[in-house]
């Protein structure tokens, strides 16, 4: 019975692990490594077609986006996830694929025009329709089996829409032991989401640790804030561009503007609220069919009062791109929301580049920036950006949204585990970066002395003997200075072995030279050995 290590160990992204039971494997999540990547993931401990099964936590690509390679690569068995999970997957996997063939096709034009090798897209949108054939959803609470020895169970996780806290049995050879996988632990008080379930007793647990080494800021009121920007935004005669992920943050900001609207908290009222992402349109219509067993207390309350809390009146989708070009020629104040989030491609470069340079509008960027993006430039306040070639004054007024993340900080993760006081055997610190993991995992063996590690991908448990059995150290990702560095040390080295080398081989040649000469002087006068002797003593007694 052994716990495998793969992916997001000391480090945020390609969440992955194997569980091995009587022989027979099943994965937790199969995510691909986003944005810079720091070690190698270990492959899997048996090809694709011996997986038996997956247990997918939610639907983020971090979690799930391998699955249509391990499908292409051989997997025959089921995965299992909850239907909110099945549907996003089906419209982000095909979007992450269609990614994969984008960038392939545009690495092949330049590779066409230099003579290199084609490159071949990691998965196709072919590839991601036919892993979905695999899925089969279960709900929350339903105790199922996906393979012999190992029975699981599904409880909400409360990060997005439909995610799970995994709960596994295992039982070998009359032995048994209880396994948590936290998979992306929801923050509390988000819209629309339940708090993540509270953590029931097993002898294992594998936590996340995204935010293990820092607390969320206050957030004070996101609602009232929003409220403000389009009031003064509205009055100026302004639009309200909000740039955000497809998958979450777009249906937080409806429920937002819903609720503004629905306790008046604008005056003016004659706006038009356009969602322009086809992906954020289709995740929308799930949000919207997927209601009961998934929304939280108040987003229910809206929908026994008989509205949706996603819909209004003035909400208009754009799916066609005439369409949405079309958006910056209406004269009615809007509020804009596009992808993607951090501005760095997507339709939401049309809409920045027609109301950025106006000094009435008001562009309010909702979650992280990373460095490099053109979300990031405008955070930082700069004010001249190029948009498609073109230069742009930034004349709007830039506004960073209050989030509500949808990670649990350190507090969350915390209370998490030990508002339950049964500790268990072992607490395995992953999906978090280095700072993080081991922070958080210092915290737990000193603060609440907890059994606590932060494995690295490719170590292995025991989950029987409750100990590890391979710790091999993963490869680690260099940045492009660090490659270069790499290059400058081997060099360096190479010089000085080379330089020792020839060095060493002349002195051993004078050393054989030396025997000679004193073999030479077998009969000479003892004054000559004597002269001699005393010089060869001297180099002797000053090199041992
Ligand atoms: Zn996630």
Redesign the pocket.
């Known amino acids: 019975m052994k716990l495998y290590f793969i992916g997001a160990d000391h480090e945020v992204t390609g969440s992955c692990h194997v569980v091995e039971v009587n022989g027979k494997h099943i994965m937790l999540d199969c995510g691909l490594e986003q944005g810079r990547d720091i070690y190698v993931n270990d492959d899997l401990p048996v090809p694709p077609a011996k997986i038996d099964a997956v247990l997918l936590s939610?639907a983020?690509i971090?979690?799930s986006g391998l699955l249509p390679k391990l499908v292409k690569d051989g997997f025959q068995g089921t995965i299992w996830c909850t239907e909110v999970t099945r549907q996003l997957c089906d419209i982000m996997l095909k979007d992450s694929a269609h990614i994969h063939e984008s960038e392939a096709e545009w690495a092949n034009r330049k590779a066409k025009r230099s003579g290199k090798k084609q490159e071949k897209p990691l998965y196709t949108v072919e590839d991601a329709e036919e892993c979905m054939k695999y899925f089969r959803s279960i709900e929350y609470g339903e105790t199922f089996t996906p393979v012999e020895g190992i029975s699981a169970r599904y409880e909400d996780g409360g990060?997005?829409l439909g995610?799970a806290i995994i709960y596994l049995t295992l039982q070998e050879g009359g032995l048994k032991q209880t396994l948590a996988f936290t998979?992306?632990l929801g923050n509390t008080g988000m819209p629309i989401v339940n708090d993540p379930s509270p953590r029931e007793t097993t002898d294992f647990v594998i936590t996340e640790s995204t935010y293990g080494d820092r607390l969320h800021e206050k957030v004070d009121d996101p609602l009232k804030q929003l409220a403000d920007i389009m009031e003064r935004t509205f009055k100026r005669g302004g639009n309200v561009v909000i740039p955000a992920f497809a998958v979450g943050r777009t249906q937080e900001m409806l429920y937002f503007i819903r609720e503004i609207l629905e306790r008046d908290m604008v005056s003016y009222k004659d706006f038009d609220v356009y969602v322009d992402s086809p992906l954020a349109d289709e995740a929308t219509a799930i949000f919207e069919e997927n209601v009961f067993g998934y929304y939280d207390e108040e987003a229910m309350k809206i929908i026994r009062e008989g509205e949706h809390p996603l819909l209004f009146p003035n909400l208009i989708t754009v799916v066609d791109a005439e369409e949405s070009k079309q958006i910056n020629s209406s004269t009615r104040p809007s509020v804009i929301i596009s992808a993607s989030g951090m501005c760095s491609n997507g339709r939401i470069k049309h809409h920045l580049k027609h109301n950025l340079w106006r000094p009435e509008c008001t562009v309010a960027l909702a979650g992280y920036q990373a460095e490099g993006t053109l979300g990031r430039l405008l955070a930082d306040g700069v004010k001249d950006v190029r948009i498609f070639q073109e230069d742009i004054h930034v004349s709007a007024e830039i506004v960073q949204l209050q989030d509500v993340s949808?990670h649990a900080d350190q507090n969350g993760l915390i209370h998490w585990l030990i508002d339950n006081p049964e500790k268990p055997e072992k607490v395995f610190v992953v999906h978090g970066d280095e700072e993080a993991c081991t922070t958080f995992t210092e915290l737990l063996k000193k603060d609440y002395d907890y059994r606590a590690t932060a494995p690295y991908s490719g170590f292995v448990y025991d989950l029987l003997k409750n100990e590890y059995v391979g710790t091999e150290m993963p490869e680690k990702v260099l940045t492009a200075a660090e490659k270069k560095e790499k290059i400058k040390e081997d060099k360096n080295r190479e010089q000085d072995t080379y330089a020792q080398n020839r060095y060493y081989s002349e002195l051993m040649e004078k050393g054989q030279k030396l025997i000679r000469l004193i073999e030479k002087r077998k009969n000479a006068k003892n004054s000559e050995l004597k002269r001699f002797l005393k010089e060869v003593e001297r180099v002797v007694n000053r090199w041992d």
């Open positions: 939610h983020h971090d979690h990060h997005i995610s998979g992306d949808a």
